[in-house]
Nanobody, 117 residues
Framework: QVQLVESGGGLVQPGGSLRLSCVAS????????MGWYRQAPGKQRELVAEISRGGTPNYIDRVKGRFTISRDNTKNTVYLEMNSLEPEDTAVYYC???????????WGTGILVTVSS
């Protein structure tokens, strides 16, 4: 059983920056593809970015050039650096760990990011 704990959310003005962190415990971190998802009010949860076991990132088009996902396998931590934030980025952000086999996907409880002036 893997536990994921997110931190770093909060209120930021448009154009500002935040860095989210997700610390994993209870599993072999390097075996998991790590991802950040978000769910805005009234919308479905969507993938924002993910990073492979080897460190290759992948982003949705709307955050390319603004967000950076990274992982530190020595600290069992995945990060999401978010720059040039827009009101449309307001959502609850969830950390995800997935070994890509049945029954091996885990979620954090989510953390709120609010972009507003």
């Amino acid at each position: 059983q893997v536990q994921l704990v997110e931190s770093g959310g909060g209120l930021v003005q448009p154009g500002g920056s935040l860095r989210l962190s997700c610390v994993a415990s209870g599993g072999i971190f390097r075996l998991y593809v790590m991802g950040w998802y978000r769910q805005a009010p009234g919308k479905q949860r969507e993938l924002v970015a993910e990073i492979s076991r080897g460190g290759t990132p992948n982003y949705i088009d709307r955050v390319k050039g603004r967000f950076t996902i990274s992982r530190d396998n020595t600290k069992n931590t995945v990060y999401l650096e978010m720059n040039s934030l827009e009101p449309e980025d307001t959502a609850v952000y969830y950390c995800n760990a997935d070994r890509r086999v049945a029954g091996s996907e885990y979620w954090g409880t989510g953390i709120l990011v609010t972009v507003s002036s």
